[in-house]
């Protein structure tokens, strides 16, 4: 069973920065394209962003800049760097990766930005 654990959320206020950390259990960390997702309130969930195993990244435009996605296999965890944060940031965040044609998504871990 794959588990993915968030956390790093918080309330900042507009301009700063939060690290979000993931770790992942149950899967070979290294070979799998990780995703960062958030939901804001009653909004859907959007992709945010993600890293491939080669650590090839890609963002949505609103965030383009100012976040960052990167991963440290040996320690099976995927971070998301926000940084210039702004109140439209305001979500839960979600990690999710796909695994032998599964999906899974961690719990979340709400981030509030005020301005």
């Known amino acids: 069973q794959v588990y993915l654990v968030e956390s790093g959320g918080g309330t900042v206020h507009a301009g700063g920065s939060l690290k979000l950390s993931c770790r992942a259990s149950?899967?070979?960390?290294?070979?799998?394209?990780m995703n960062w997702y958030r939901q804001p309130p009653g909004n859907q969930r959007e992709l945010v962003g993600s890293i491939l195993s080669s650590g090839f990244t890609n963002y949505t435009d609103s965030v383009k800049g100012r976040f960052t996605i990167s991963r440290d296999n040996a320690r099976m965890t995927v971070y998301l760097q926000m940084n210039n944060l702004k109140p439209e940031d305001t979500a839960v965040y979600y990690c999710k990766t796909r695994w032998k044609n599964r999906d899974f998504w961690g719990k979340g871990t709400l981030v509030t930005v005020s301005s």
């Open positions: 149950g899967l070979n960390f290294g070979i799998a394209a």
